[in-house]
């Protein structure tokens, strides 16, 4: 019987790690492309759509495998993703520093929500949305007092100043949690009807899951690697 629910607990283990990477590496294809995207088409709200797509394929994670501590495993490998532009590129590490800090912050505030959240995440909608909001702003109000000793941009910047803090929550942290407040329920809409079919092809067919899931990783780093290498 041990043995059994040994051999239980270590493929969950290997099944959230592949969901880790696959959505970890969904994120990073996200920060990129849709990144440029946004700033080519002069879009407004850029950081705000990243935070909700990002908040979004975190509540895919949360629906279907309800393990907080594994959000700051797909933060961890969207910002490796993300720093594919330190070897395409032969910039510094720090080139990106501030996008990079928005993203953990982004997966630690989402973690300690849901987990004080807990069941009735999956009974609310409106716990949801409150869950979406919630973790947007507190990522956007660490943001503001890391971000500005970290690498400040030149917006930043602009709220270094008396009222700055509430001035930025205003302008950029409740747009984030506008959009975070919208996808988190989607994407948790979608991991929910993702989990049985996720959860049990591991089960039945397992070599098909796993060249998949590495197969969408794969895919995932390389689009990755020709968008940023397309900035040359």
């Excluded at 290997?14 to 920060?31: K, M, N, Q």
């Excluded at 009735?120 to 109000?141: C, D, N, P, T």
């Amino acid at each position: 019987m041990e043995m059994r629910t040994d051999k239980i607990k270590r493929a969950q283990l290997v099944d959230v790690l592949i969901a880790i990477l696959v959505l970890g590496s969904f994120w990073g294809l996200s920060e990129v492309v849709l990144c440029g995207a946004i700033r080519a088409a002069g879009l407004p709200y850029r950081a705000s759509i990243l935070t909700g797509v990002g908040i979004g394929i975190m509540g895919i994670a949360i629906a279907i495998f309800r393990k907080p501590s594994m959000l700051v495993g797909v933060a961890l490998m969207a910002i490796l993703c993300k720093q594919l532009v330190v070897p395409i590129l032969h910039v510094s590490v720090m080139c990106k520093a501030n996008s990079c800090l928005a993203v953990i912050l982004e997966g630690l505030a989402l973690a300690g929500v849901v987990s004080l959240v807990g069941r009735k995440l999956g009974r609310s909608h409106l716990a949801q949305i409150a869950s979406g909001v919630s973790a947007a702003l507190m990522a956007a109000a660490a943001f503001y007092f890391i971000g500005m000793r970290v690498s400040p941009c030149r917006y930043l910047l602009s709220f270094n100043r008396p009222g700055g803090f509430v001035a930025f929550l205003t302008v950029e942290g409740l747009v984030w949690a506008a959009f975070s407040g919208i996808l988190f329920p989607v994407g948790y809409w979608m991991g929910v009807r993702l989990r049985d079919t996720v959860l049990s092809l591991g089960t039945r067919k397992p070599l098909l899951y796993y060249t998949t899931s590495m197969a969408l990783v794969v895919c995932c780093w390389v689009a990755s690697a020709f968008a940023i290498a397309a900035t040359l």
